[in-house]
């Protein structure tokens, strides 16, 4: 696609259940961010991809959280036990600049809004 | 460290300048500033790096102050189109992590 695409748009879920959330970066871009962004705060660094390297995963907030990118593409950011606390928007990033820090344009998705009830 | 953004909100009447600031309590390597409209992906503005001044992009401006640890961002003659929260993200010197303030609400009205 021309951009980064994320999925679901929108999940309710209770608390104590799984989720999963895809983003589906830029073709090409092989740079690929998670940021979290709660209601009045600032977007939160989660995790960095880069290529075939291992992950800086820094930026997770807890075990419960985990990312995965397969074949340097696709990225499915995984809760687990879902807290109310998760309730947030979660944005993908990617950018043909890599590196950590970022020193390229980020191009965000439109995010995947969770709440846990 | 999160950046502190000062104002939080501001309204300006279409053709208003309007400038936002972005400070920091450590040395800054690098400002990024984003725009996002409700409910879109932030877009990207403009990047700041350590040793240079500023940097414009049509009617949108920013200042790099190394010393006061500090960027500014400067609209003039604001359109409708500039309605949106304003980000600055920083990266601090010997860090590696794009740190985002919480924002500034900018809307501006006929």
New interface residues.
């Given amino acids: 696609g021309a951009?980064?695409s994320q999925s679901p748009s929108n999940k309710v879920t209770e608390k104590g259940k799984d989720v999963e959330l895809r983003c589906d970066p830029i073709s090409g871009h092989t740079a690929l961010y998670w940021?979290r962004q709660s209601l009045?705060?600032?977007?939160?660094?989660l995790i960095y991809f880069q290529g075939n390297s291992a992950p800086?995963k820094?930026?997770l907030p807890s075990d419960r959280f985990s990312a995965e990118r397969t074949g340097g593409s696709v990225s499915t950011l995984t809760i687990q036990r879902t807290q109310q606390e998760d309730s947030a928007v979660y944005?993908c990033a990617s950018s043909l600049v890599a590196g950590?820090?970022?020193?390229?344009?980020?191009?965000?998705?439109?995010?995947s809004r969770l709440t846990v009830l | 460290q999160?950046p502190v953004q000062s104002p939080q909100a501001v309204i300006l009447r279409e053709g208003e300048d309007a400038v936002i600031n972005c400070s920091s309590s450590k040395a800054l390597?690098?400002v990024?500033w984003?725009r996002q409209k409700h409910?879109?992906?932030?877009?990207?503005l403009m990047?700041l790096?350590k040793g240079g001044e500023q940097k414009g992009h049509d009617k949108i401006s920013a200042s790099f102050n190394e010393k006061k640890q500090q960027s500014s961002l400067y609209l003039t003659a604001s359109q409708l189109s500039y309605s949106g929260t304003y980000?600055c993200?920083t990266?601090t010197g010997g860090?590696?992590?794009?740190?985002?303030?919480?924002?500034t609400q900018l809307k501006v009205e006929l």
């Fill in positions: 951009g980064v940021y009045g705060q600032g977007l939160e660094f800086d820094s930026g944005l950590l820090p970022p020193t390229g344009e980020l191009f965000f998705g439109e995010g | 999160q390597y690098s990024h984003y409910g879109e992906a932030p877009v990207f990047i790096l980000f993200g990266v860090g590696n992590k794009l740190t985002f303030g919480t924002g």
